[in-house]
């Protein structure tokens, strides 16, 4: 069972290429999300899919898209990275009318 | 508009002793809270909750109090380990109506020294 999991650890774009980050859960979840990390700003929701086959913004959507390819996989895509989506991004999952979160290791992003 | 705020960017406590680590909210639909906590390199891991019709919850050594007139909740760890050390956040939730969408603090850095 190994719970949450991201690809890649780490990637460096430059600005304006493009990327998508993976998350993919074993739990059977419900519901999943995209956070990112910045520092002196703890966690922000970027997108959610409370259910498969449904999306929607969380806090800060600007710059990107998600698929909820199926009830496992929840993806993240950054069309044209900016120096402003430098960050950590953590993918969570939950079960459903649960509130206790799982996050995967994180993905270490740097755009120049 | 920061609708939970930890105020202490850093804690720094000696082995054997309490760490009280607070966090406030301003939203008064939030009746669900957590603390995460999180070490370098890894994503945060729930350590412990608890609901707004609870004012006390304890799991070991780790304990949280909620004051919901005063919209604040503390952690309290006794004794304080070195292993302890990590970043711990504060996470709130509007229960039922959220889809399990969680508003966390900005963190605050534990360190136990031996």
């Known amino acids: 069972n190994a719970g949450v999991t991201q690809t890649p650890k780490f990637q460096v774009l430059k600005t304006g290429q493009s990327m998508t980050l993976q998350c993919a859960q074993d739990m059977n979840h419900n519901s999943m999300y995209w956070y990112r990390q910045d520092p002196g700003m703890g966690l922000r929701l970027i997108y959610y899919s409370a259910s498969e086959g449904t999306t929607d913004k969380g806090e800060v959507p600007n710059g990107y898209n998600v698929s909820r390819l199926n009830k496992r996989e929840f993806s993240l895509r950054l069309e044209s990275a900016a120096p402003s989506q430098t960050s950590v991004y953590f993918c969570a999952s939950i079960k459903q009318n649960q509130e206790t979160q799982y996050f995967g290791p994180g993905t270490r992003l740097l755009v120049l | 508009d920061q609708q939970v705020k930890q105020n202490s960017p850093s804690l720094s406590v000696q082995e054997g002793r309490i760490s009280i680590l607070n966090c406030d909210y301003t939203?008064?639909?939030?009746?669900?809270f957590l603390w995460y906590k999180k070490y370098p390199a890894e994503g945060p891991t729930f350590l412990i909750s608890i609901s707004s019709i609870k004012d006390k919850n304890e799991d070991g050594r780790f304990t949280v109090f909620l004051n919901k007139s005063a919209k604040h909740l503390s952690l309290h760890i006794v004794p304080s380990q070195p292993g302890d050390s990590a970043v711990y956040f504060c996470a709130a939730s509007a229960y039922g109506t959220s889809y399990g969408k969680l508003t966390f603090g900005q963190g605050t850095i534990l360190t136990v020294h031996p």
């Open positions: 939203n008064s639909m939030f009746d669900y």
